[in-house]
């Protein structure tokens, strides 16, 4: 039986660099945290993550659906309906997501007296 590769990011050859530079992309952190509520069309997408572009957010949909975490569904309809979902895959990712988006709102106060800090020694 063949053995899984030791998968490690902070080697420059390892796959797992580009799947880690998806998941760090704020856009993707944002998708993903919006569909953790189910499915939704473009439009609602736009809507709850405010300041995206519509390219941005195809963009960001197509390499999410390419690496298996969001699927898309059009529907022959007049006129046409496009849905996004997490598969099972972007499942497993949202609940790690959701931990630093909270983190981040729970300590934004922290980070901007830090911020204030340094650049007042500037």
């Not at 530079?21 to 945290?33: D, L």
């Amino acid at each position: 039986m063949s053995q899984q590769p030791a998968w490690n990011v902070l080697v420059a050859t390892c796959p797992s660099r580009t799947s880690l530079a998806r998941i760090a992309n704020k856009w993707t952190a944002m998708i993903v945290s919006v569909l953790g509520d189910g499915r939704m069309r473009f439009g609602d997408l736009r809507s709850a993550v405010e300041g995206i572009s519509g390219k941005v957010l195809t963009d960001t949909l197509r390499d999410l659906e390419r690496d298996g975490l969001v699927e898309r569904r059009a529907y022959a309809e007049v006129p046409p309906r496009v849905e996004y979902e997490l598969t099972a895959l972007g499942r497993t990712l949202h609940g790690p997501l959701l931990v630093l988006s909270r983190w981040a709102e729970e300590h934004i106060a922290e980070v901007l007296v830090a911020r204030q800090s340094y650049d007042a020694r500037r």
